[in-house]
């Protein structure tokens, strides 16, 4: 149903503004202190001012969302104070508690204008996350895992996560390449983001690149350099420390100069704080090898130079028993070995004696016998073969019948060896026939 305009009382866009500010002004005559998110902060460094955005979050999702308002001169002396508590200057993504005061305006709206900033706040706050983060790693197993891994004996293959124009990342190079005792170290470079809002995520990315590859490894090295508490607060996260604590090698920290160790460095294998000192402690596990090495090899050799010793006079003993023993048993093999000997000459007698009568008695009248049976064999097969030979003489084939024909003295084998009115010599058994070829006829082959 429509309502006449003349019935209709007609606010414009600029009465309502106007009424809300005064009523805003009238109630809200006090500055309040706000605890919320400083979601962004909207820094302009040409003003000096910033435009933050504050939120409040409920299981993660935003409930609650207000711009804001900090003037330049504000600015510095809050952000001096901040940065002095909590070692490093406002940015986005942390809880803090504000003092400030509600103003609105016809053409930019609803604001709060920040006049104070409570750094102790941002402090409990962050320890507050420190303390359950510990909990809840503790809570799954997680904490202790990362040093219950055996630590290698020369960690040798370094897997190092920093950024490559880091003063620390340089420093621990220098240390570990630059070393008087020439030790060598193999390290390669995973780099990260190493604070700021994507600091948890990039460090767990290369904390997952390198555990594809742990083979190739001995140790993962996290180095970056200083920064207060506040700064270092992405390492307190559970994100982070969780993934340190289940990477498959032992991790060595060196993060800062904070006075107060983060949940990642507490679960680390070994926290060194500075990556100087980083460097010096892995170059200490080599001398340390080195001097148990020169140790062992002292031991040995004084053991070896007593046991040689000890031996020596053993040995010296040895041979002294050695050489008496040893002309008892030669002189007690002589004695045995001469009567072996006699007996030997005794048998052997008494062998060819009992042979000798055996040979004269019994072997002439064998050996004659078996004589006549082998001449009386042996003339049979000679008669057997004289025969075989008698049937296949010249003689006796040619009285069966056969001739043997010869051409220009020698024996003709084939017809084609002949041409008609050559002259050829039969030979038969009781005489000889001189015949002339009159033809040939020749067989094929």
């Given at each position: 149903m429509s309502v006449s305009t003349e019935k209709k009382h007609i606010y414009t866009l600029l009465q309502l503004a106007e009424n809300i500010r005064q009523t805003l002004q009238r109630t809200y005559t006090a500055q309040y202190w706000i605890k919320a998110e400083l979601h962004k902060l909207n820094y302009y460094s040409r003003s000096g001012h910033c435009?933050?955005?504050?939120?409040?979050?409920?299981?993660?999702?935003?409930?609650?969302?207000?711009?804001?308002?900090?003037?330049?001169?504000?600015?510095?002396?809050?952000?001096?104070?901040?940065?002095?508590?909590?070692?490093?200057?406002?940015?986005?993504?942390?809880?803090?508690?504000?003092?400030?005061?509600?103003?609105?305006?016809?053409?930019?709206?609803?604001?709060?204008?920040?006049e104070d900033i409570d750094p102790q706040y941002t402090l409990?706050?962050?320890?507050?996350?420190?303390?359950?983060?510990?909990?809840?790693?503790?809570?799954?197993?997680?904490?202790?895992?990362?040093?219950?891994?055996?630590?290698?004996?020369?960690?040798?293959?370094?897997?190092?996560?920093?950024?490559?124009?880091?003063?620390?990342?340089?420093?621990?190079?220098?240390?570990?390449?630059?070393?008087?005792?020439?030790?060598?170290?193999?390290?390669?470079?995973?780099?990260?983001?190493?604070?700021?809002?994507?600091?948890?995520?990039?460090?767990?990315?290369?904390?997952?690149?390198?555990?594809?590859?742990?083979?190739?490894?001995?140790?993962?090295?996290?180095?970056?350099?200083?920064?207060?508490?506040?700064?270092?607060?992405?390492?307190?996260?559970?994100?982070?420390?969780?993934?340190?604590?289940?990477?498959?090698?032992?991790?060595?920290?060196?993060?800062?100069?904070?006075?107060?160790?983060?949940?990642?460095?507490?679960?680390?294998?070994?926290?060194?704080?500075?990556?100087?000192?980083?460097?010096?402690?892995?170059?200490?596990?080599?001398?340390?090898?080195?001097?148990?090495?020169?140790?062992?090899?002292?031991?040995?050799?004084?053991?070896?130079?007593?046991?040689?010793?000890?031996?020596?006079?053993?040995?010296?003993?040895?041979t002294r028993r050695f050489q008496v023993s040893g002309a008892q048993a030669v002189y007690k093999s002589q004695q045995t070995l001469q009567h072996m000997l006699h007996a030997l000459a005794l048998q052997t007698n008494q062998i060819l004696q009992r042979h000798h009568q055996q040979l004269y008695d019994v072997w002439p009248d064998r050996l004659q016998r078996y004589t006549e049976h082998l001449i009386t064999q042996h003339s049979h097969q000679l008669n057997q073969q004289e025969e075989k030979v008698n049937l296949l003489s010249p003689e006796a084939t040619l009285k069966r019948g056969y001739s043997i024909t010869y051409h220009n003295g020698k024996v003709l084998t084939s017809s084609r060896h002949t041409t008609p009115g050559d002259s050829v010599l039969v030979q038969l058994y009781d005489g000889q026939l001189i015949t002339v070829i009159q033809n040939t006829i020749h067989h094929a082959s």
């Amino acid at each position: 149903m429509s309502v006449s305009t003349e019935k209709k009382h007609i606010y414009t866009l600029l009465q309502l503004a106007e009424n809300i500010r005064q009523t805003l002004q009238r109630t809200y005559t006090a500055q309040y202190w706000i605890k919320a998110e400083l979601h962004k902060l909207n820094y302009y460094s040409r003003s000096g001012h910033c435009y933050p955005e504050f939120t409040e979050k409920n299981h993660g999702k935003i409930v609650a969302e207000m711009r804001g308002m900090i003037w330049k001169d504000a600015y510095l002396e809050i952000n001096r104070r901040f940065e002095q508590v909590t070692g490093e200057t406002l940015r986005d993504g942390i809880n803090i508690l504000m003092l400030v005061s509600v103003q609105f305006h016809p053409v930019n709206g609803l604001k709060l204008v920040v006049e104070d900033i409570d750094p102790q706040y941002t402090l409990g706050d962050l320890a507050r996350q420190r303390a359950e983060c510990i909990e809840r790693l503790k809570n799954e197993g997680l904490y202790d895992l990362n040093k219950s891994l055996p630590f290698p004996v020369l960690p040798k293959r370094l897997a190092i996560i920093s950024v490559e124009t880091s003063k620390g990342y340089h420093d621990l190079l220098s240390i570990i390449d630059g070393n008087e005792q020439g030790y060598r170290f193999q390290h390669t470079l995973f780099p990260a983001f190493l604070q700021g809002e994507q600091a948890v995520s990039s460090i767990t990315a290369q904390l997952k690149a390198i555990a594809q590859h742990a083979d190739k490894y001995d140790l993962i090295l996290l180095i970056r350099g200083g920064g207060g508490d506040a700064g270092l607060s992405a390492y307190d996260q559970y994100e982070l420390a969780s993934a340190v604590a289940q990477a498959p090698l032992p991790v060595l920290t060196g993060i800062g100069h904070a006075s107060n160790q983060t949940v990642t460095e507490l679960v680390a294998a070994r926290n060194l704080i500075t990556p100087s000192e980083t460097g010096y402690f892995l170059i200490q596990q080599f001398q340390q090898i080195e001097l148990q090495i020169d140790e062992w090899t002292s031991r040995m050799k004084q053991q070896s130079e007593t046991l040689l010793g000890l031996q020596g006079g053993h040995l010296l003993e040895l041979t002294r028993r050695f050489q008496v023993s040893g002309a008892q048993a030669v002189y007690k093999s002589q004695q045995t070995l001469q009567h072996m000997l006699h007996a030997l000459a005794l048998q052997t007698n008494q062998i060819l004696q009992r042979h000798h009568q055996q040979l004269y008695d019994v072997w002439p009248d064998r050996l004659q016998r078996y004589t006549e049976h082998l001449i009386t064999q042996h003339s049979h097969q000679l008669n057997q073969q004289e025969e075989k030979v008698n049937l296949l003489s010249p003689e006796a084939t040619l009285k069966r019948g056969y001739s043997i024909t010869y051409h220009n003295g020698k024996v003709l084998t084939s017809s084609r060896h002949t041409t008609p009115g050559d002259s050829v010599l039969v030979q038969l058994y009781d005489g000889q026939l001189i015949t002339v070829i009159q033809n040939t006829i020749h067989h094929a082959s």
